[in-house]
């Protein structure tokens, strides 16, 4: 009789365990899946924030180049000599400098949200990585608890 009451006390011992991994699994993902969703938003927030900052640069990129053409174009009215091919130059060399200083500065920003949109994706599988290692772990622990490879051989799967 005590033979019954414990092979039963196991067996509910080994449904509990069961039962529990299962509650672990779905809690697994679910927390699992907020981490990924969490890290995502992060990024997203990173992101715009190193636009905003693009955006300010490129702000004060342009208004330097204003400032300095104004200083070069009042010393030229100055010294009388407005309108002469070396201010002319001049003016066109840092309009071209500012053009190439804007033109890189948007290269980055495109590069950093590509990087952004690589690192979601990375967050996303490995999230989704983390699930499925949890399920083949349960998996695995069920098979081997019910006998693994060697039930497979038998007749009706009973040992």
Do not use: C, H
């Not at 033979?3 to 509990?16: E, F, M, R």
């Not at 407005?82 to 590069?111: C, P, V, Y």
């Amino acid at each position: 009789m005590s033979a019954i009451v414990s092979a039963i006390g196991a067996t509910a011992v080994a449904a509990g365990a069961l039962a529990v991994s299962a509650v672990a699994l779905v809690g697994g993902a679910v927390e699992s899946r907020k981490a990924g969703k969490a890290q995502r938003q992060s990024m997203e927030i990173q992101q715009r924030q190193a636009d905003i900052q693009a955006a300010r640069s490129r702000y004060a990129t342009v208004r330097q180049s204003r400032m300095t053409r104004g200083a070069m174009e009042q010393a030229a009215v100055s010294q009388g000599v407005s309108g002469s091919s070396g201010i002319l130059g001049a003016a066109a060399g840092l309009q071209a400098a500012t053009a190439s200083e804007l033109g890189t500065s948007l290269t980055l920003q495109g590069l950093s949200q590509q990087a952004t949109a690589a690192n979601q994706a990375a967050s996303s599988a490995q999230s989704n990585a983390a699930i499925w290692g949890t399920v083949g772990g349960l998996s695995g622990s069920i098979f081997s608890d019910l006998g693994g490879f060697s039930t497979l051989g038998k007749k009706g799967g009973t040992t």
